[in-house]
């Protein structure tokens, strides 16, 4: 699922690398409608839990392109906001998951496919456009890893429905959403439990600034 890509350590990005974020941001945006109503119509979890990984990547964009501008304490905010929507994203695939199986709703394999090959598409496009700067700070570093796993996440999507067509069976679907889905809300607890950190080590840094000299 998303990757939780840390900010910028940088105050200088290299050139370009502001632009290629902008870029991966709308693709990535542009996709999670596509996915998001693709799950909808051919019934698939699995897509429904890609397009949450598109729009969780989104919101690390966002991140990355805002972070420059905001102090530690803000940038854990913001994290542990990521981090709590992400585990709550899993939690709704799952519970999807198991509404799709209580009903035996068999998802549409031609759809899954299809919208599956196009998000394998999407990322690798982000991915060749954020090659260059892998050698960067670890945020760029981290902003290319999840573009290049992202495209693997797409690939057990693309298996889920060649399973589903063969077996007619919505059980392919269904495991790789729990995985999805599994990663997700541990991904999301991580999140959180590294701002709370930013953020009491933000704390404890404003306090001591604060705090008066004496004599």
């Not at 598409?121 to 090659?131: E, H, M």
Request: glycine share 8%; hydrophobic share 55%.
């Amino acid at each position: 699922m998303a990757c939780s890509c840390s900010g910028p350590e940088s105050q200088s990005p290299a050139p370009g690398f502001r632009r290629a974020l902008w870029i991966a941001l709308w693709v990535n945006l542009a996709m999670f409608f596509v996915e998001g109503m693709a799950s909808l119509y051919s019934g698939s979890v699995s897509l429904m839990a890609d397009a949450i990984d598109f729009f969780g990547d989104s919101a690390n964009y966002i991140l990355s392109l805002s972070v420059l501008s905001m102090g530690l304490l803000w940038r854990g905010r913001a994290a542990m906001v990521k981090g709590l929507t992400m585990a709550t994203f899993g939690t709704i695939v799952w519970a999807r998951a198991l509404w799709v199986m209580q009903q035996g709703i068999t998802p549409e394999p031609f759809t899954m496919g299809t919208v599956g090959l196009l998000a394998l598409v999407a990322n690798l496009c982000v991915a060749f456009i954020l090659f260059r700067f892998r050698s960067g700070d670890s945020d760029m570093r981290s902003v290319w890893l999840c573009s290049r796993n992202d495209a693997i996440s797409n690939l057990a999507v693309m298996a889920a429905a060649m399973g589903v067509f063969g077996t007619q069976s919505a059980w392919p679907d269904l495991f790789v959403a729990a995985i999805m889905g599994t990663l997700a809300i541990t991904a999301g607890i991580s999140v959180v439990r590294h701002a709370r950190l930013d953020i009491a080590q933000a704390r404890n840094r404003n306090r001591v600034v604060a705090k008066p000299e004496t004599g």
